[in-house]
């Protein structure tokens, strides 16, 4: 066996890749796909900068191997806004300044929307541990944490102006 | 980047054995890779052949016995252990310590399998599992041996695993009635500095039984049998100085290395805090109020 078929639903699109077994999800998305709002920094799992949904799983798309999305969903930041409506997280972000350069914001979002699908209505102390291993170097975690709460009570059953994740 | 490889994807236990004793040194087992791809993109080790054993039948699953074993298939994430409602109600020390490995996206591809097979120093599974009297099931081609899991470390980053050997399964026995298990850890990086397991089973305000494992301190998770015996057979009334001894012999059992998470006799110095807070964490979820 040398290339490996991956039939991957990306986004909401089907797409039918052959990728050598080497090939992170990383190198795919980017190199292959041409979707760049996944970003390489630490490339050793430890930053999250790099965090996608895979089945509305979180994972490093750095270390995980591409044909490990074979039969697979995977969701990246480029899947979250509707045109030109900004998913309830990624509004949230921007109405707390919860990101300076940007460059951790695509993995903080996409842990922010696989924690809210999971655990809707976290405490701040839920939403720390869930979110360690997403570093950022540049504002601070306040407004992120800020940021994180609000999303949370925006999407919670029954806010008025949510519309699911 | 990582250098090229071929993937096998073997459909059984006996074929991923084969396909080792046939490439040898040159093929490694992939169970999730959180462990294993770090090393390969550091240029630290290179392998020609990763012999997926995540498709094989039967290695992912959990479940548990009818006299209360818990059996977890190699090749279960540490997420999927973490999240199970058998793990979660009669398992509650593993299902916490696995909610707290590495963070959520390692577990939510990283095995507990591979963990243990990597035998990272600083990891948590070991330890914790060694309480539970957990045993392992080593697997190859017409034969299979069932180990206790302290066995398998033979040191750092080595296992006792034979070159075509495989690990299937992990079998935790449930504790005795009034027993509880807790799993305390210290760390400043990525991985524990320190991560110190008990178990205690308490009768008639005695410590019926008392067992203590050690991890990311030395070369390998380990039991720390002087340490039970000290406490074994004490009154609780007794446990403020007998923990301290036990802590004493914990910390110069546990064979504590100097490195990058910590020198030596700073992890001596919390194998014995950890110990302590461990025990009262166990007997207050049983409901035992401790002398301070």
Same mark, same amino acid.
């Given at each position: 066996?040398?290339?490996?078929?991956?039939?991957?639903?990306?986004?909401?699109?089907?797409?039918?890749?052959?990728?050598?077994?080497?090939?992170?999800?990383?190198?795919?998305?980017?190199?292959?796909?041409?979707?760049?709002?996944?970003?390489?920094?630490?490339?050793?799992?430890?930053?999250?900068?790099?965090?996608?949904?895979?089945?509305?799983?979180?994972?490093?798309?750095?270390?995980?191997?591409?044909?490990?999305?074979?039969?697979?969903?995977?969701?990246?930041?480029?899947?979250?806004?509707?045109?030109?409506?900004?998913?309830?997280?990624?509004?949230?972000?921007?109405?707390?300044?919860?990101?300076?350069?940007?460059?951790?914001?695509?993995?903080?979002?996409?842990?922010?929307?696989?924690?809210?699908?999971?655990?809707?209505?976290?405490?701040?102390?839920?939403?720390?541990?869930?979110?360690?291993?997403?570093?950022?170097?540049?504002?601070?975690?306040?407004?992120?944490?800020?940021?994180?709460?609000?999303?949370?009570?925006?999407?919670?059953?029954?806010?008025?102006?949510?519309?699911?994740? | 980047?990582?250098?090229?490889?071929?993937?096998?994807?073997?459909?059984?236990?006996?074929?991923?054995?084969?396909?080792?004793?046939?490439?040898?040194?040159?093929?490694?087992?992939?169970?999730?890779? %959180?462990?294993?791809?770090?090393?390969?993109?550091?240029?630290?080790?290179?392998?020609?052949?990763?012999?997926?054993?995540?498709?094989?039948?039967?290695?992912?699953?959990?479940?548990?016995?009818?006299?209360?074993?818990?059996?977890?298939?190699?090749?279960?994430?540490?997420?999927?252990?973490?999240?199970?409602?058998?793990?979660?109600?009669?398992?509650?020390?593993?299902?916490?310590?696995?909610?707290?490995?590495?963070?959520?996206?390692?577990? %939510?591809?990283? %095995?507990?399998?591979?963990?243990?097979?990597?035998?990272?120093p600083h990891a948590d599974?070991?330890a914790?599992?060694?309480?539970?009297?957990?045993?392992?099931?080593?697997?190859?081609?017409?034969?299979?041996?069932?180990?206790?899991?302290?066995?398998?470390?033979?040191?750092?980053?080595? %296992?006792?695993?034979?070159?075509?050997?495989?690990?299937?399964?992990?079998?935790?026995?449930?504790?005795?009635?009034?027993?509880?298990?807790?799993y305390l850890k210290f760390g400043f990086l990525?991985r524990p500095s320190v991560g110190v397991a008990?178990?205690?089973?308490?009768?008639?305000?005695?410590?019926?039984?008392?067992?203590?494992a050690v991890g990311s301190v030395g070369?390998?998770p380990?039991?720390?049998?002087?340490?039970?015996?000290?406490?074994?057979?004490?009154?609780?009334?007794?446990?403020?100085?007998?923990?301290?001894?036990?802590g004493?012999?914990a910390a110069?059992?546990a064979?504590a290395v100097?490195d990058?998470h910590g020198s030596a006799e700073y992890k001596e110095h919390l194998v014995a805090v950890l110990l302590?807070r461990a025990?009262?964490?166990?007997?207050?979820?049983?409901?035992?109020?401790?002398?301070?």
């Amino acid at each position: 066996m040398s290339d490996v078929a991956v039939a991957v639903t990306v986004n909401g699109e089907r797409h039918e890749l052959t990728v050598p077994p080497w090939e992170t999800l990383l190198e795919c998305l980017r190199d292959r796909l041409g979707l760049l709002g996944t970003k390489k920094s630490c490339d050793v799992q430890v930053c999250g900068a790099c965090t996608v949904l895979l089945d509305e799983e979180p994972v490093s798309a750095c270390t995980l191997l591409a044909f490990e999305a074979r039969g697979r969903r995977l969701r990246t930041i480029e899947g979250l806004a509707e045109g030109d409506d900004l998913h309830p997280v990624q509004e949230a972000f921007v109405e707390h300044g919860a990101l300076q350069c940007g460059f951790c914001t695509p993995g903080m979002i996409m842990a922010t929307v696989a924690l809210l699908q999971e655990n809707p209505t976290p405490t701040p102390d839920e939403v720390k541990h869930y979110m360690r291993g997403n570093i950022c170097r540049c504002t601070g975690y306040k407004s992120i944490l800020e940021a994180i709460l609000a999303a949370s009570r925006r999407l919670a059953p029954g806010a008025e102006t949510g519309r699911g994740a | 980047m990582l250098r090229p490889f071929e993937l096998a994807e073997p459909a059984s236990v006996g074929e991923a054995s084969a396909l080792l004793a046939r490439h040898g040194e040159a093929a490694r087992l992939y169970a999730g890779g %959180t462990e294993l791809l770090l090393a390969m993109k550091e240029g630290l080790v290179h392998y020609d052949y990763l012999v997926n054993v995540k498709t094989i039948p039967g290695l992912g699953g959990l479940r548990r016995d009818g006299d209360g074993t818990l059996r977890i298939g190699a090749a279960a994430t540490h997420r999927a252990v973490e999240r199970d409602p058998v793990v979660r109600e009669h398992f509650t020390a593993l299902a916490r310590m696995e909610a707290d490995v590495a963070n959520v996206r390692v577990r %939510t591809v990283g %095995t507990l399998g591979g963990n243990l097979c990597f035998a990272e120093p600083h990891a948590d599974p070991g330890a914790l599992l060694q309480v539970f009297d957990a045993t392992v099931r080593l697997e190859r081609a017409g034969r299979a041996r069932t180990l206790p899991l302290e066995a398998l470390f033979v040191g750092p980053f080595e %296992t006792c695993l034979e070159g075509d050997e495989l690990l299937t399964e992990i079998a935790v026995p449930p504790l005795p009635p009034r027993s509880a298990a807790a799993y305390l850890k210290f760390g400043f990086l990525e991985r524990p500095s320190v991560g110190v397991a008990v178990a205690v089973t308490v009768a008639d305000g005695h410590f019926a039984d008392a067992r203590v494992a050690v991890g990311s301190v030395g070369p390998v998770p380990r039991r720390m049998r002087e340490a039970e015996a000290v406490l074994r057979e004490k009154a609780i009334a007794e446990s403020p100085a007998a923990l301290e001894e036990a802590g004493r012999l914990a910390a110069r059992a546990a064979d504590a290395v100097t490195d990058l998470h910590g020198s030596a006799e700073y992890k001596e110095h919390l194998v014995a805090v950890l110990l302590r807070r461990a025990f009262r964490q166990a007997l207050a979820s049983l409901g035992v109020r401790e002398p301070s």
